[in-house]
């Protein structure tokens, strides 16, 4: 789960969401940033925290 650092309602419900969730997770903050990632940086910083998770979770299926 990825929230803005200073989106506290989302952050919220991203907490109580994470809660219900049975599987591996954590919520990731992105530094500085509000609840548009209008910031500089803020949604760069959001799509590599996205790259990573997906990267990391899921593999590409073998070659046939």
């Known amino acids: ?3 803005a650092e200073h ?3 989302l952050a919220r419900l ?7 969730l049975r599987c ?5 903050f992105v ?7 209008d910031e500089p940086g803020a949604l ?7 790259l990573n998770w ?3 979770h899921h593999r590409s299926p073998p070659a046939r």
Request: net charge negative; proline share 3%.
């Open 1 to 3: 789960l990825i929230v």
């Open 7 to 9: 989106d506290q309602v």
């Open 14 to 20: 991203h907490s109580q969401a994470q809660a219900g």
């Open 24 to 28: 591996e997770n954590r919520l990731a």
């Open 31 to 37: 530094p500085g940033g509000s609840d548009l990632l």
């Open 44 to 50: 760069a910083a959001a799509a590599g925290l996205a």
């Open 54 to 56: 997906f990267t990391t």
